[in-house]
């Protein structure tokens, strides 16, 4: 029997666990289920009430689970508590790669968002197909991909993929201006662990925005002097880069450090960038660019 060689195993692996993955998915809606049904339960027998007529029924099988579950499990949990079950135990590994043959600018923004994200690595893309690309980046234990794309020279697409099961975060770009296009010149960037401003990301589709962007970033000390903006506004979210200071006991400095550039999401995709079958979970549509008074953000 021939050996078998450690890509095939890796990449039996990574169909295991994706197969794992979307089946605890398909019970999301059977575990809503019971876990209502539980709460039920609970608050009957804590106020010493009746119990309510719909889960008399399978009282005599929700009862010894009750009995079993401690402060952890006995909340109901998601596909999104697999995909960052690591988050803030592990630091984040990045790797910022770009399209094929990028411009000398957008190899310059690949750079500075290198120096942006702390643990990352900024990777020649070369002629890698994305599947080859992301088995490299499995291999070597990256948790993140960033991929920064271009029109004529501009970068106007962010891909974002969370390794090893998704999901990927497609956002377009507009604005972009790198630090040395700064006025006034930016400061000088601190590679210290930053703070983060999530702002105005208040549904359930800005919350899991809000995860997968700040899962980029490990957890800063508290006296890290460094502070990464994401603000939504009618669903562009705006990034910015600051340092402050604290030239007296009253007062607060801000220094920008750049690059600053605009975000608009318009797919979340359950599965990592080569899978192209996975399914969406979030899509913009062409209807929705006209309803300016629905915010889904």
């Known amino acids: 029997m021939p050996p078998v ?18 089946y605890r998915k398909s019970l999301e809606g059977r575990e809503k289920v019971e876990y209502e049904q539980k709460r039920l339960v609970r608050q009957a027998l804590a106020a010493g009430t009746i119990l309510p007529t719909e889960v008399r029924a399978s009282y005599d ?3 010894p689970q009750i009995d079993a579950e401690d402060t952890r499990t ?6 999104i508590d697999d995909e960052y079950a690591q988050a803030g135990w592990l630091e984040p590994r990045v790797c910022i790669t770009t399209s094929r043959d990028p411009s000398s600018r957008l190899a310059q923004f690949a750079k500075e968002l290198r120096i942006l994200f ?4 900024r990777l020649n893309r070369g002629n890698s197909r994305v599947d080859n690309l992301m088995e490299s980046c499995r291999m070597q234990e990256f948790t993140d991909v960033v991929i920064v794309q271009e029109t004529r020279g501009e970068p106007d697409g962010l891909v974002i993929c969370h390794l090893p099961l998704g999901p990927t975060a497609f956002f377009s770009l507009s ?16 590679e210290a662990y930053p703070h983060l401003i999530l702002n105005n990301l208040h549904s359930t589709l800005g919350q899991r925005v809000a995860t997968i962007l700040k899962c980029l970033f490990p957890v800063p000390r508290a006296d890290s002097k460094r502070v990464i903006t994401f603000s ?4 562009f979210i705006s990034f910015r ?7 007296a006991h009253d007062q607060v400095a801000l220094h920008e450090v ?3 550039f605009e975000m608009k999401l318009y797919q979340i995709r359950l599965g990592t960038l080569e899978q192209k079958e996975a399914e969406n979970e979030y899509l913009l549509r062409p209807y929705q660019n006209t309803a300016s008074k629905r915010s889904v953000l």
């Open 241 to 247: 880069h600051h340092m402050y200071s604290l030239p």
């Open 61 to 63: 099988k929700l009862k």
């Open 232 to 235: 939504n506004n009618n669903d």
């Open 5 to 22: 060689s450690s890509e095939s195993a890796s990449r039996r692996r990574q169909t295991r666990l994706r197969r794992e993955y979307l």
């Open 74 to 79: 006995q909340e109901v949990h998601s596909h």
């Open 258 to 260: 750049g690059p600053r």
């Open 175 to 190: 604005g972009a201006v790198l630090r040395h296009d700064l006025h006034p010149p930016a400061a000088p960037m601190s």
């Open 118 to 121: 702390p643990n990352s690595t």
